[in-house]
């Protein structure tokens, strides 16, 4: 079936370090599903960071970037210098061939210290 | 602009009680509404989806049912809660294929 795996939390960071956090996906009910980025900061709702549905291509909101691999089956988040601010749970998600269906990762809890 | 509200916002039940959860959304007329699942220290998964009212698709089965008896309302339902119903709930409003926004969720504990 369609999954998703990403990096095992907790992560820690410093301030103005980068980050990666990892997803790779499986998908055998569609060979181009959505792939999805959410991210729950404390105290607040999920929501969307960032979405990519064309393979090859990169989805960036503040500050992250997502690229869609298919060689890869790979959907890591990258951030160049992560602030405080950016502690929260991510999670990575894949639409499958029926696309009121989402499959999420376990979420990755990031915390940024000072 | 769209609001999801779900009520309540924690549940405290017994093992073997009933269980409704609701969800509503305002702002979108004939909405697809989900409902997703997180057992503590879980993956966030899928349960439902209702795509028009009186009609519900399980996805994951876990002795819950839903039902859709308005446009704008959602139902998350047991007649006896495991241990196992324990978790976070969250009710979605996805146009399909699209990312969607999510309510503040639901956290229920069963003992």
């Known amino acids: 079936g369609d999954s998703v795996t990403q990096t095992e939390g907790p992560v820690t960071v410093s301030e103005s370090e980068s980050l990666i956090i990892n997803c790779t996906y499986s998908?055998?009910?569609?060979?181009?599903?959505?792939l999805f980025w959410y991210v729950r900061y404390p105290g607040e709702g999920l929501q969307l960071l960032l979405k990519?549905?064309?393979?090859?291509q990169k989805g960036s909101s503040r500050g992250f970037e997502a690229t869609y691999n298919k060689e890869t089956t790979s959907f890591h988040l990258q951030k160049a210098s992560v602030q405080e601010s950016d502690s929260a749970v991510y999670y990575c998600?894949?639409?499958?061939?029926?696309?009121?269906?989402?499959?999420f990762g376990s979420g990755t809890k990031l915390t940024v210290e000072p | 602009a769209q609001t999801i509200h779900q009520w309540p916002v924690a549940e405290i039940k017994a093992v073997g009680s009933p269980l409704s959860l609701g969800c509503t959304i305002k702002?979108?007329?004939?909405?697809?509404l989900y409902w997703y699942w997180q057992a503590t220290g879980g993956t966030l998964q899928q349960l439902f989806y209702?795509?028009?009212?009186?009609?519900v698709e399980s996805v994951v089965q876990l002795n819950l049912s839903a039902s859709r008896p308005k446009d704008d309302q959602f139902i998350l339902s047991t007649e006896k809660l495991l241990l196992s119903h324990s978790g976070f709930y969250l009710c979605?409003?996805?146009?399909?294929?699209?990312?969607?926004?999510f309510g503040p969720g639901t956290r229920l504990t069963v003992l």
């Open positions: 979605a409003w996805r146009p399909t294929g699209g990312a969607g926004y």
């Open positions: 998908a055998t009910s569609i060979a181009y599903p959505n």
């Open positions: 990519v549905i064309t393979a090859g």
């Open positions: 998600a894949l639409g499958g061939s029926n696309y009121n269906v989402l499959y």
């Open positions: 702002g979108k007329s004939s909405p697809n």
């Open positions: 209702s795509i028009t009212v009186g009609q």
